[in-house]
């Protein structure tokens, strides 16, 4: 591994751990200043804080199943590490290490709680829109998530991503 993807591959793990930290930090100021509170709002009826403990996956479905999000995000997380060792030291893939990185951020923000309460702490609330309740690294996941198809429908072509390859690089027999 070349000194460049050594860098990368540091500013990845140092990125993710910022916003990790970061995700960790809003939900922390969540419990202590919004739980048993009454909705605080930020611009009345169409934001506010409010807290809840969210035991399913994004708009409460799947309620109760702590193992099978812990084992989604363990996979998905093999996958972006993946990619990311995998991924060529050139300027047009560091978009993509940067949105990688913001949805392993994410899904380890939401992994931890899981682990540590048996829930995800939610707190940020659309009024207007009646949108469910979610937290920072749900923001990290979805707009990354977004932006990273919009590449890859648009920006990326085929041959651009052959170095993921799942698949063992096949050699000619010399006759």
């Known amino acids: 591994m070349s000194l460049k993807k050594k ?15 970061f995700d960790q930090y809003t939900k922390y100021l969540a419990v202590i200043h919004l739980k048993d509170q ?3 709002n930020i611009i009345n009826g169409i934001l506010e804080l409010n807290y809840l403990e969210n035991k399913g996956a994004a708009f409460g479905m799947l ?3 702590k193992a099978f999000f812990i084992f989604v995000a363990v996979v998905i997380l093999g996958v972006i590490g993946y990619v ?8 047009k893939y560091r978009l993509l290490h940067v949105l990688l990185s913001l949805i392993a951020a994410g899904a380890i ?3 931890i709680d899981r682990i540590r309460f ?14 469910p309740i979610f937290n920072v690294a749900d923001i990290y996941v979805t707009v990354s998530t977004v ?16 170095f993921i390859s799942f698949k063992q690089k096949r050699y000619r027999e010399i006759k």
């Open 7 to 21: 860098i990368w591959i540091l500013l990845d793990l140092l990125g993710i751990a910022a916003l990790v930290g």
């Open 38 to 40: 009454a909705a605080f």
């Open 63 to 65: 309620q109760n199943q």
């Open 84 to 91: 990311l060792l995998k991924t060529p030291d050139k300027k």
């Open 109 to 111: 923000g939401n992994m």
């Open 118 to 131: 048996d829930y995800v702490v939610d707190f940020i609330y659309f009024v207007l829109i009646n949108f």
């Open 147 to 162: 932006i990273l198809v919009i590449l890859l429908l648009f920006v990326y072509k085929e041959e651009d991503l052959s």
